[in-house]
């Protein structure tokens, strides 16, 4: 089956650092691989995917994606973190019909 | 375009009521599903639907139904409520093909008494 693993609950960075939020992937065919974040109160909003071809993706608000076929990983990242970007992330996999969600990570940028 | 909408946005229920959630959107999308979001839990699969008239279940269907009869609606159907389905339930669409991303509705908290 397939499945996503995050395995941390929350992240703490200072604002203006580089910031990584970390996923590992389990999938028995070719990984289609997304991240999604949501600020309080509302939806998922798209960030980014990884389908093929280059292992760095980038995508919306600055974020990029590394993802490592080795590792199973596909973690998120950020140059240089904002205090706006403290909200919670979830890591994706699509199989078909179905997505399969990590659990999220609460990251929170400090001024 | 409105994308995908939800409605209601709050709801609350005794236990043994009835309702329906419902989700539309306007983008044309073949797949939507319905998801469950409880803390420390992600989000879990409740029921999918990947065209007019096709549906299936998903991670955690059982309380729940749905109904597919056009494009544009995926109602989500609480047969009768109970206080674990107190949650916060998300719709969301997609073009089918397993690259293409899904957009979400801004979501429907529920309270059961």
């Known amino acids: 089956a397939q499945s996503v693993a995050q395995p941390e609950d929350q992240v703490n960075v200072a604002e203006g650092n580089p910031l990584t939020v970390k996923c590992t992937y389990s999938?028995?065919?070719?990984?289609?691989l997304f991240w999604y974040v949501q600020y309080p109160n509302r939806g998922l909003q798209f960030l980014l995917k990884?389908?093929?071809?280059?292992?760095l993706v980038k995508g919306s608000y600055g974020f990029e994606a590394e993802f490592n076929k080795s590792q199973t990983s596909f973690h998120l990242k950020k140059p240089s973190a904002l205090v706006s970007d403290s909200a919670l992330y979830f890591c994706?996999?699509?199989?078909?019909?179905?997505?399969?969600f990590g659990s999220g990570t609460k990251l929170n940028v400090k001024p | 375009n409105a994308g995908v909408t939800q409605t209601p946005k709050f709801q609350v229920l005794k236990t043994g009521q009835s309702m329906t959630l419902q989700c539309a959107q306007d983008m044309n999308h073949e797949y939507m599903s319905w998801y469950r979001q409880d803390p420390g839990m992600g989000l879990r699969l409740i029921h999918y639907s990947v065209g007019a008239g096709i549906t299936d279940q998903g991670e955690v269907p059982n309380g729940y139904n749905v109904s597919r009869s056009t494009t544009e609606d995926f109602p989500l159907r609480l047969l009768s409520a109970a206080p674990s389905q107190t949650s916060v339930y998300f719709c969301?669409?997609?073009?089918?093909?397993?690259?293409?991303?899904?957009?979400f509705g801004p979501g429907t908290r529920l309270t059961v008494l």
């Open positions: 999938v028995s065919g070719n990984p289609y």
């Open positions: 990884y389908i093929t071809g280059d292992n």
């Open positions: 969301a669409s997609s073009h089918g093909g397993d690259y293409n991303e899904q957009f």
């Open positions: 994706a996999v699509r199989d078909l019909n179905k997505f399969y």
